[in-house]
């Protein structure tokens, strides 16, 4: 049966709610860092905005996925934990299992892309994780997953369609308001829909006039066109530089929320994020991989209308080869 009959079909769905980041902020506590809020003269002058760009790339793991996956592993039982956990990844929510498997004492498979950014599979291996390697155009990452899980007992977790993984994500957006107060407009990167879900859920909370937005990659729109259709779309597997964002469709648990909570969601282009790669590595001394420049590069390029307003803006992530970053830089 095709993964989105299996989904829809599914009587298991749980689409988490606020109360469920509530509680994963509380499981989080003293493992996730709280990670700053950055600002800019330059960019709020570029864009006639007060904007504030929530640093996940300074998460531990490098990326807002050790969230999710810390607090999807942390709900799960003695019994659970003992069969180890299997995850399937391009790179950060692999890094962030793995991580996270390790902390609690929990072993961990992870199925990466063969053409994952080697310093993503090496970090994921050092974390002490099983690697398993599969051809993303060719092969079904979620079938040799779901293989692997059945024949050992153990707990899948995948990257963003997962209650517990949906709710560890929105514990970013909700740091982030605590900490600025009411937004007009919070952007969000967008892949799987993990962190857009889980961020809407905390800002229609906390803030609830504030327009929320999901930005993906121009050549994988699947969640631009879901949003607009109503129901998720399939594509083909898109390419772009956006590594974490290339996915075939949404998650069957985000998506209600997305549908629900989100006011839109745009594209940028791979130029337009090197050109934001490159601005925070020059102007704000910090490196962002492309994956994680998709909010701030919708801001920064105009996308959205931003002038006057209050704008959160995620930084997802900042795991990038560095030899990818100094040809993107040059």
């Given at each position: 049966?095709?993964?989105?009959?299996?989904?829809?079909?599914?009587?298991?769905?749980?689409?988490?709610?606020?109360?469920?980041?509530?509680?994963?902020?509380?499981?989080?506590?003293?493992?996730?860092?709280?990670?700053?809020?950055?600002?800019?003269?330059?960019?709020?002058?570029?864009?006639?905005?007060?904007?504030?760009?929530?640093?996940?790339?300074?998460?531990?793991?490098?990326?807002?996925?050790?969230?999710?996956?810390?607090?999807?592993?942390?709900?799960?039982?003695?019994?659970?934990?003992?069969?180890?956990?299997?995850?399937?990844?391009?790179?950060?929510?692999?890094?962030?299992?793995?991580?996270?498997?390790?902390?609690?004492?929990?072993?961990?498979?992870?199925?990466?892309?063969?053409?994952?950014?080697?310093?993503?599979?090496?970090?994921?291996?050092?974390?002490?994780?099983?690697?398993?390697?599969?051809?993303?155009?060719?092969?079904?990452?979620?079938?040799?997953?779901?293989?692997?899980?059945?024949?050992?007992?153990?707990?899948l977790i995948p990257p963003y369609d997962h209650a517990d993984v949906i709710a560890g994500q929105g514990t970013a957006a909700l740091e982030l308001i605590e900490d600025t107060g009411d937004l007009d407009l919070l952007v969000v990167p967008l892949g799987g829909g993990g962190l857009l879900a889980g961020c809407a859920l905390s800002a229609r909370a906390l803030s609830p006039a504030c327009r929320i937005v999901g930005v993906e990659p121009e050549a994988g729109n699947d969640g631009q066109q879901s949003l607009r259709k109503g129901e998720v779309v399939h594509i083909p597997p898109p390419k772009s530089i956006a590594d974490g964002a290339i996915v075939t469709h949404v998650g069957y648990h985000n998506f209600p929320i997305l549908k629900d909570k989100v006011d839109d969601i745009v594209t940028v282009t791979d130029a337009q994020l090197v050109d934001t790669v490159r601005f925070f590595a020059e102007r704000m001394k910090i490196i962002v991989e492309p994956t994680g420049c998709l909010a701030a590069a919708a801001v920064l390029h105009g996308a959205l209308g931003c002038a006057g307003k209050r704008v959160g803006i995620v930084l997802s992530g900042g795991n990038v080869d560095l030899k990818v970053l100094s040809t993107l830089l040059a």
């Open positions: 049966m095709p993964a989105m009959e299996m989904h829809m079909a599914s009587p298991s769905l749980r689409i988490p709610t606020f109360d469920d980041v509530k509680l994963a902020q509380a499981r989080l506590a003293g493992a996730a860092h709280k990670t700053p809020i950055l600002t800019s003269r330059t960019a709020d002058a570029q864009t006639g905005a007060t904007l504030y760009f929530k640093a996940e790339n300074l998460q531990r793991a490098g990326a807002f996925k050790f969230r999710g996956a810390y607090n999807a592993i942390a709900v799960l039982d003695q019994a659970m934990r003992a069969n180890g956990v299997v995850a399937y990844s391009s790179g950060n929510h692999a890094q962030a299992l793995a991580y996270a498997a390790n902390l609690l004492g929990v072993s961990a498979t992870i199925i990466m892309p063969k053409d994952a950014p080697v310093i993503k599979v090496a970090a994921t291996r050092g974390y002490g994780a099983e690697i398993v390697l599969y051809d993303r155009y060719t092969e079904d990452r979620e079938k040799i997953a779901q293989g692997i899980a059945a024949e050992r007992g153990a707990a």
